[in-house]
């Protein structure tokens, strides 16, 4: 295998989470601002209802079943030469998505009254007449997902990561503009049209990266009778059911979010918006690996998926466990420091606070939820999924019919935060007949081994916060602030030395090979042989 095979993997990695991380710095900035600018209340509980109005009809092209369906179809059939077939069904998928979207826009737009009703009954009338006019003004941005989503597999499928990565921030990037520009006139109805305009920009220069670098090469068909489009719809179909039920899950939780005090749907959102950049960070692992666990599956060597499934997770374990447990410990003055200013008070603060560090539970389990959902697609198991999904789903909205409504803010939190492990264990129990041994991705000495000092980490830092305490000066937050950090980090790292946990090396490997910080191995004459494309490993993982 030549040097810059054994390296591609690991520069895509790095792309991705440069760009991961661009991104949820972007987010987080932009609710900053948001938050600064109109509080904890009616006009941001309106804003973010809304936003569901999209997630509830776009989860299914966007984050459900649909690429990871068509991924394999589409690799596979360029895997075996057939380009002209592989661009016949990615412009046959296209085009049905842009119908399905076009007639999902207009339910929107039409039905928003009944929606918003159904989906908050517990706002009044001023802030539902609020919220439906933001759900209209945001059906742009439900037409442009759901697109933005399959293309963006068509391009990864292609080994084209960085770009889609990086034009997703483009929405982030309009809404911060708005609000810099903006001052005592600025409307929440402004954010809606930078939405909805970002969304726009970034589908017509991503359908222009596809096209330029001939990933896409589109043409206004559906081909009906072909066997990969008829594959992909036998293989979708299992799935409407799961899919109904995640969408009545969020509407399970939205419904009770409404009946709860004004502002607890913003104190979430702000919350969310910090835990799903740490969820999306650990989420491009599984992004990237994706084509090769397609491809091992393939060469019916599930040993080798099961190994390179357990060294991934064991990665994915020393960033994930200390991410959690550090955010559950220091939640309270991060909120401080990067929210209250503004209209975003003390009380604000302490809820935000709250809700991010319930959420924080999840993440521990998050990276490893997308690595088992990445090969239960790759070994052609959709039905798996959709069983483990369905399962999830209807825990999900049991607790929150009764943790949400019982505890409110911090019950619907941490309804949140139990979701990854609810869904990793199904994956787990229902991979044990794919993968071998399976079970040893999780049970095994270097997870407990990382899982003892993350929380050995997480006390060390509790006592430092209470030694500190709560000074009134920002700049004194933030020294006191960074501090914890690098104790946390420092003593994480200590620890793991202590436990003998060698996989750290690993680690630090991965990560200089991501930010080209590694030195190129020299690579003799008999190393350089042609390797197919069919098979690509990824040992520098």
Known sequence: MTAPRQSSAAASLGAVTASTVAGGLLGVLSNVLLAARFG?????????????????????????????????????????GRERAASRYASSMITVVVLAAAVSSAVVWFAAPWLIRLLAPGFDGETRSLTIGLARLLVPVLLCTVLISLLTGFLNASRIFAWPEWLARLPSLALIAVMAAGAAWLRIEALAWALAVGSLVQLGLLWLVGTRRRALAYQPLVAWREEAFQTTWRRLSPFLLSAAVVQAQLVVH????????????????????????????????????????????????????????????????????????????????????????????????????????????????SGLAGLCKAVAYAVQRPALVNITVIGASAAAMALTLTLGRWWGLPGLALVWGLVPYLVAAGYLWQLRRDVPAIHQVVWNGT???????????????????????????????????????????????????????????????????????????????????????????????
């Open 40 to 80: 904890r209340g009616v006009a941001t509980d309106a804003f973010f209802m809304a936003q569901s109005l999209p997630l509830l009809f776009g989860k299914f092209f966007q984050t459900g079943p649909l690429p990871q369906v068509v991924m394999p179809i589409f690799l596979e059939a360029r895997a075996q």
């Open 254 to 365: 939205r419904l009770v979010t409404s009946l709860q005090p004004l502002g607890t749907l913003s104190a979430l959102s702000y919350a969310e918006r910090i835990s799903n950049f740490l969820v999306a960070l650990l989420g491009a692992v599984p992004m990237v690996l994706f084509p090769q666990f397609i491809h091992d599956a393939l060469a019916a060597d599930r040993a080798v998926l099961r190994r390179r499934l357990t060294r991934m997770a064991g990665l994915v374990a020393l960033l994930s466990f200390p991410m959690a447990v550090g955010l559950i410990v220091v939640s309270e003055p991060f909120i401080r420091l990067l929210f209250e200013r503004g209209r975003f008070d003390a009380l604000a603060t302490r809820e935000t606070a709250l809700a991010l560090g319930c959420l924080a539970v999840g993440v521990a389990a």
């Open 447 to 541: 997870v407990a081994r990382i899982a003892l000092a993350a929380c050995g980490m997480g006390a060390l830092c509790w006592v430092v916060r209470q030694g500190l305490g709560t000074p009134p000066a920002w700049w004194h937050q933030a020294l006191g602030l960074g501090l914890t950090v690098l104790v946390g980090a420092g003593s994480y790292w200590g620890l793991l030395s202590g436990l003998g946990v060698q996989e750290r090396h690993e680690l630090v490997a991965v990560l200089r090979r991501a930010t080209g910080l590694a030195r190129p191995q020299p690579v003799s004459p008999a190393a350089r042989v042609p390797q197919s494309d069919q098979v690509v490993a990824v040992e520098s993982f």
